[in-house]
């Protein structure tokens, strides 16, 4: 028998989850032993309730797997959660409540002020922050989230540049790639040959979550990066990969060659910890003038990495440049994967 | 015998001297009278050395008509010049030499001190410069330009909006039509299902076209427009229409209302004069919240009007917005053939 | 006051819908005066309730208009049918009952044996099955319908051979617009960069009915076309626009001058009686290598035109060529358009 | 020291050049060490001569390797040849002639009656062919071709059936790939919700080359497969996969479980063999009813293996499937590769 530990998810169906399952089909430490979703899935075979969307095969033993319902009896202690945020809302503080650790990927309790939102190469020690949830104390349960998508990538790449010479602006405009959207998500007849310059609240989330993460754990709450910080986001004809044009204002002075050594040369506690799913370089710094493409650099470090690239002169701000990283492992799955390994690491998974 | 003005296309048989024979087709007061092209197009029938990518026919006429060489002799005073950059920096001047007016869209003399950068709705009286040229005084032959394809519709939405509040700091990142690059220009393979964060030289035109056009005639010379001003560039998978994420600040403040009242009543000469080419409404507000798009609005105006949308505020500068122009028609050809109307309007064609 | 014939759109907020509503918006004998659709529309102004996608807009006097329920109460007697087929199975004969024209666009009703599947260039006189409604006797109301979008195109190229030369057989593979299956239809995660080799119950439809258009009315029924015919049917990254690649064998032996002949000089009692939708040529060979393409061809005749290339002969059939036609114009809303021009001009619209 | 072969790639900086490196890369049986191309690369750096497209990125040791000119001299014993066919035409002869063994994918030499055309599984014999060459008897060099990217993933699905139940008729209709063009290729103006019904020389290719690798050798030379067969041929926007839609009548009558198990059984000397390149299952069944796609099915088998399905009746002959291959892995560089290996397998590489 298998000594990993079980681990159920939450929204199996969807991409997101989908996602869940195929990173998590080979993992050292955690086993998928339950998939919930929605009422009209539930009782069917995962294999029949699920449009598998990816490209390697639904793993035989999940296939097989008969969808349980969304409620916590029966479900194992650590919950991958995937879900849309108005269900997230309601159903995510039920499985904590029952002593879970929800490990979530949805927007709905992000900005919650007792509820880590964690990159683990950024912002680890605001896990701290479980402990003054009320699930903690009543059952052990918890909730842990994982940045939106389009914040992700673009924090990993200002992280070790806020470091090392603070940031005091951030403007960034998106290029969003359909994935992010879900299925169906956005119908063909809307994007083919198009861009769509609007996605819903999601302006909103980058900003406010990029303070978050950027943030500092002063007592019992997160004290948001002062920086100003402005987003425009579009949806493009990109199927995985979100492509984002920065410019950025430093307060301390920086060299071309100072940034990029700061980049490359980033490194954290998952790497430290040599968590599984964390890449040897959390971003990577390409020197060739039209990189990174989606096309090309979407799967750096197994969908993990952080792609940068065009750094150049500002004549407004001081720099700017172009930012790459995979929606639906290092901008979903993959971000609450390796929130969870951070979780087992420190002692908060049993 | 038509009493139309004999008109002549130089590069014809590209994208955009496609978009000039087609523009010209029913044209009250221009008529082509004259092809030419590269020596390898050269005395050839136009049908046969012009790959045609237009979705309306080769106008019957022309189809016809035989290549000429790409030389002044036996040319009409009157040029459209749609050449790669290369060859204009050569071959343009010896047209003007030749006494003719070279209505250019090509970027080799736009930056040129006494080579005025035109769009009629915005900067008419920089014709004037046209006096300053040598070719002016020796042959009466003139070079007049149009802006880069990225430039031409955020000039349109920045002018009224400059004239009426004062810009400060412009900041633009653009997502590109691949028919901004002409034919065959960008392979597939490089662009289906993929984002180019790099065009050459686009950020660089971009930037000081944009502060040449909002530039104050004085003197001899222009003047560029004091804002600071810095350009991303990016070409996505849409086939015509660039898109744009602008932010801005303004010296006098203004509410929502007043920018978008400025905007929709902006009118200006080629409206006043009823140029046969000038939209109706050279700048149009889209109230939807995720308009403007490619596949919707670029033909709006005839591909002559700018559509803008989405003005929210910024945390960063003022206000944000989405830009959309139609590249090949009012960011090339379109873009030409107002100048050489407005041209005639001002007693410039003879 | 308006003296054209007052007609209803059941179905208005879907993509066939929306294009009734753009065709009929200058129509010289038809005017809009209904649009009803589902219950989540009902009550609401169209331009609420229906999100509209095509690139003109929503005529300001629909826009106003307010939703009535699917219901015959109150409607006019001329109604345009554009409802998925369970629905349309359900309703369709209601409307008949309630002493309606009905003109459908859904697959509900076109094989059943007393309705007529119409495509008026090819077989008009079908239009006499009407009198053998039931509905007919009871109230005057009837059901006539169009073919399939994928079939549609098909049969236009095919009447006019099969009158000259007389078909043996057919096959077809289709490669077919995502417009065709309605809004939001194909997910952009399904057609980004992909083909589909699958489309539910189209090559059955297209088989039987392409018999059924070319049979013969025989009593009061249709005897069908005796040919064999086999279709395959793909999906593509196309907007609108289904190209086929076509095999037929010839009953009668034919040159290639011969067959372009026959198509080029195709006229039929749409022409003949010059009804506002008819295009001038109902089918257009091209002679170029590469063409048809839906980019360049698909408007063609406004939409109505069927273009054919590509001419060559096949080693196991006779003859092979390319079809194209546009699946939301030719092959749905124009066609029931076209039908009910066919109907008034024949006296059977009061 | 590496034990590997030798190998060198004539056209290395193409799209299957770069495959062919790609693939070759870790091979356990050769070992790149030259590298040459048109005179415009010759000289250097195979980093900076090549535009490489692939996801993987250059192998450090052939980014360092300079580019040869494309002549004998130097060059190892054994080449891949991926050169255009007008060249290759040209050079291949020049390599064999100086005692290489040329793996050619171009199609200058396919079809001469003692080069041999090859599929290892299919045909593996008529290597011997190879002893007719004069080439052979003078220098020991020779030439071996592999099909079209179109003709490859259909002989494989149709070999074993041909092998059970005898092929009488094939039809083909294909919707292929953009990088089947190489780079640049098809513009993507071209491309972009289009297709294009016409690619050069596809269709007589296809339909010569799949009866010559299913006939049979007698004596010294390719007696053809005596169906009948009819190709057509389109160009879609689809990154790399042909997607096929074929209708055949077999001689002997079979059921849909007999061909389908014929197909998942089918296995060969490749197999056998244990060729380094070899899919374990050459063509592989697909039961779900939208399958294959190339989206998620080119990659089967490292791209090796055809996928196939939709299995059914067809009204005009016996039945009617899809084919999906990956058209510059199986159709280009891994046919070659898979060539080779079946020659060292076999003697022929020294």
Known sequence: MSNKLPVGIL???????????QM??????????????????????????????????????????????????????IIFAALDAGIARELEPQFADAGCAVVSNSSALRMQSDVPLVIPEVNGDHIALIDKQSWRSKSRGYVVTNPNCSAIGLVLALAPLHRAFGLETVMAVTMQAVSGAGYPGVASLDILGNVIPYIAKEEEKMEEETQKLLGTLKGSSIEPAPFAMSAQCNR?????????????????????????????NFRAEP???????????????????????????????AGM?????RLRKCNVLDWKFTVLSHNTIRGAAGAALLNAELLKAKGYLG
């Open 236 to 264: 493009v004809a990109v199927e995985d990969g979100h492509t984002e044009s920065i410019s950025i204002r430093l307060k301390k002075k920086a060299t071309m060659e100072e940034i990029v050594g700061v980049w490359n």
């Open 11 to 21: 929204g199996a169906t969807g991409i997101v989850g989908q996602r869940f399952i």
């Open 24 to 77: 998590l089909e080979h993992h050292p430490w955690f086993e998928v032993t339950w998939v919930a979703a929605s009422d009209r899935s539930e009782g069917r075979p995962y294999d029949e309730a699920a449009r598998w969307r990816l490209k390697t095969p639904i793993p035989a033993k999940i296939a097989a797997m008969t969808v349980s319902p969304a409620k916590p009896k029966g479900a194992p202690k």
């Open 305 to 309: 990495t952080t792609s940068v690239g």
């Open 271 to 301: 790497q430290k910890l040599k968590l599984p799913s964390a890449p040897a370089q959390p971003v990577v710094y390409m020197a060739a003038a039209d990189r990174p493409q989606p096309r090309f650099d979407v799967d750096a470090g």
